[in-house]
């Protein structure tokens, strides 16, 4: 069974930083996209960043310039360095990876995982 762990959440001054981590575990083959989504109170969950096995970045506009997406293949984790943050980032923090694995019944697959998510807290 895979499991996406994340951690680095906290509390933190507006123009401070935070750097969250997700870790992927389990039976996998390889991961390809990995994300970042983020849900405020009473908000839609948004895509943050994305990053691609390649290292192709996108990030929401919202963020851009603030907020770097990257991964360590090795160690199957991906991180978001937020700096310079604003109350309105305020939101739990979800790591998302389409993972690849083998079933000896099925062959191969991919599907979506999801982490628990950590809370990230800026305060003005």
């Known amino acids: 069974q895979v499991q996406l762990v994340e951690s680095g959440g906290g509390l933190v001054q507006a123009g401070g930083s935070l750097r969250l981590s997700c870790v992927a575990s389990g039976s996998m083959v390889s991961i390809n996209t990995m994300n970042w989504y983020r849900q405020a109170p009473g908000k839609q969950r948004e895509l943050v960043a994305g990053i691609h096995s390649g290292g192709i970045t996108h990030y929401a506009d919202s963020v851009k310039g603030r907020f770097t997406i990257s991964r360590d293949n090795a160690k199957n984790a991906v991180y978001l360095e937020m700096n310079s943050l604003k109350p309105e980032d305020t939101a739990v923090y979800y790591c998302?990876?389409?993972?690849?694995?083998?079933?000896?019944?099925?062959?191969?697959?991919?599907?979506?995982?999801w982490g628990q998510g950590t809370q990230a807290t800026v305060s003005s």
């Open positions: 998302n990876a389409d993972i690849v694995y083998y079933r000896r019944e099925y062959g191969l697959g991919s599907n979506d995982y």
